[in-house]
């Protein structure tokens, strides 16, 4: 890979020309282009003052170079950033790519169709019907009318316009405008998308499918030119990168090197780890790492809640990130993990039920703060049965040391690893192992144990709680279904001596759910009771035991008592 | 550097189907901006219909409007110039009405295309579309305003008494003219109007003045003897004047009319596409 300053090189032309990669793969190719424009020195708005200044002989013309000698390739499928300040020439480029602008001097060439970076729903009309306005937006994109009658159906139900599509169109909300126009600029698979890192998807329900369809356009082969002036996004997500400065290609090359020349240039911290700057060896064309994107299924209290996505964040995702993602939706999950590209995973749980995951989170994460405060990288945690790994994590997202999911069956254990590479975890582990058989010295201890949705598939509740007892040092969590109380006492031994009752412990028959794949792992259990369970954790020596009380909004099982989490301190 | 364009052109031979652009290939913008105003000829009719929808959708009588505008202002003119100046015009209505639909037929014409092309502007920053068309839609929506003008231009016919007559079927000829002469004059207007804000409203000053000097709703024997040459060099004159002759006289106009107007047209839209296609790259960012 040539990394080239002006110095060095008066005519830039990058590498690639020269090596064999066959030519079929390029899609844009800019030979030695330069753009002068030609303006009054000073701007002349009117006519009037146009032929009166001619007149006195007092226009005088300056030229701008706004584009000098620049040579650049992009290929088939390569994410590619262009850096630099404003005015440095990005979007004149970007108008000689798209056809807009004619250069100078040099030659443009541009193979396929290229989906421009238009504001959601440009070039609509607020008067016509949404259907109206299909066929006005798709031929502005160059499509023909009959190209746009085959396409419509598809454009109709991507953008979910249902029968407003012969209402007018500023009947529409801005995000039905936003759907409808993102739903027309990619209703075919462009060869190349430019992409504005200021521009947003739209709607926060609709981000999904914008993402899905782009991450879809990226597999399947469409060049991404990325323009931004952040030089972390374009570190952290391009293959290549090229940075322009007054007009001139200042370099072109491996991401992490334009933008350590970019910073040398203009003396700027780098967003680079003090190490890697230091780093005299920059020929070595390692691909540049992705930093471990902090992830972003959930950040705020509510996990369901979507955050907003811009284009440039979807895209982001590495190409063995994206490879991970296409497992992960080719299963069915219990939990509705949302994935970097911000697509969402299948899950098998409605979505009024999922929301007990969202809920217990946010209780759970309520406890750890008011523990340990905001900070909870000293923190080992254990989630036991972690099933596909959500709490896990989560845990793990919010930078606790280590934790360890825990659960009895390879499938889970298989699943939540998958995840935990798609978010680039490293301070997670998962391990097989079941809580009712294992030896609690076989693990350290643990300052947070997590046992949620654990208790009620137990047969031996008990030593379970006790082994969860000797594996923590500071905090228990738990979260299961309860059985219906029983109060009073019974008799004990004869008429006259009675034992009052600690709380009940329901027996359940399992026989069915054991024979799921992933169902029970045996056929009976012992259900605890409220007041059993809060009995029984002081029982085991737990300093104090608390109820955590979820949210009023939270899923039905948790607000009506049927389901209960406690804390136990140790 | 030629074994690349070669190797360029191979790999073009190869995906066919793809569509590639070579900025080294425009050679002849007069040329490319016809074939692409060829190619993009469903987004014209899609332009012309919105326009022709967005300005009566919300009016209760909607298309009414084009027939019943030239329709009113023929009345006005009419009671005007019969009663008040006692102009000996035969058939003053038709008259005056056939010369306010094609006047305004070439006026929407010119106005109608520089506002389309500063309308057009930020979209046209963005992504490629020929200049020419919002020139090109703003003449068809005129179009089809005349067409529809033409109706109570009948019917005024029929009550006023002016026979019918066979030479009706050369009308297309003058409205060809023009249009060919309105879209020369709209292609040079736009290209300057890219540059400088006020040229909109200075012609639309100029326009009143011309509509003014042009035998419209007076008759053109009021003009002096004098003045004639003067009149004799305003092409809408010339293609007034053969427009109505098949309505009124039932004849085509005389041969020097028709030659004039007909040189008019030509040459103004030879020129006007010649002017507007040299510089069509650099209105993008001139708007």
Known sequence: MSLLTESDNPKPVDKLTETAASDDDMVIRLENVSVVYQAPRE????????????VKRQVEHQQFNALSDVSLELRRSEVFGLIGHNGAGKSTLLKLVSRVMRPTRGRVWVKG???????????????????????????LLGYSRAEVEKLFDGIVEFSEIGDFIDAPLRTYSTGMTGRLGFAVATATRPDILIVDEVLSVGDEQFQEKCAERITDFRQQGTTILLVTHSSELVQRICDRAAWLDHGKLCGIGQPAEIVHLYHERYHLTSPVTESEIVEPEPIEPKPVEAEPVVAKVIVTEDFLAEETETLSEIIAVSREVLALEQQALEKEWFYPYRLP?????????????????????AMVKTVLRQTFGQDWSQLDCLDIGCNQGFFSVKLAEHDCRNVVGLDARQQNIDDADLIRQIYELNNVSFRLGDISKIEPTSLPQFDVTLMLSVLFWQENPIGVLRTAKALTKNLLVIETPVAPEIFGEMDWGSREVHKPLQGSFALLDLTEESKRPLGSLTE??????????????QKLGFSSVELVLPAPDAYEQLTSGSRMMVVARV | MSAQINKINFAERQSAKMQVYDSALLNNPALSELKDLWQYRDLLMQLIARNIKTRYKRSVLGILWTMLNPLLMMLVLTFVFSNVFRFQQPHYAAYALAGVALWNFFAQTTTGAM??????????????????????????????????????????MAITGVPFRPALLILPLPILLTAMFALGVA????RVAAYFADVLEMYQIFLTAWMYLTPIIYPKEIISPDLQWLFNLNPMYHLIEIFRAPLLIGWLAGPKTVLASTAAAVVTLAFGWWYFSRKADELAYRI
């Not at chain 2, 292609?187 to 736009?190: A, G, K, Q, V, W």
């Open chain 2, 115 to 156: 506002s389309e092309l500063i309308w057009g502007g930020n979209l046209m920053n963005k992504i490629y579309l020929p200049r020419s068309i919002f020139a090109a839609s703003a003449l068809g929506t005129s179009l089809v305003n005349l067409l529809l003008t033409l109706i109570p231009l009948f019917v005024v």
């Open chain 1, 113 to 139: 169709r290229i989906a421009p970076l238009l504001e959601l729903g440009a070039g609509f009309h607020p008067e016509l019907s949404g259907r109206e306005n299909i066929f006005l937006n798709g031929t």
């Open chain 1, 524 to 537: 009976l259990s012992f259900c605890p009771g409220r007041e059993s369970l809060i009995w029984l954790l």
């Open chain 1, 43 to 54: 701007r002349i708005k009117t006519f009037k003052e146009y032929v009166i200044r001619k």
């Open chain 1, 341 to 361: 590209s911000g697509r969402k995973v299948q899950c098998y749980l409605p979505p009024e039920i999922a929301i007990i995951h969202g809920n217990r989170w």
């Open chain 2, 187 to 190: 292609l040079i207007l736009s």
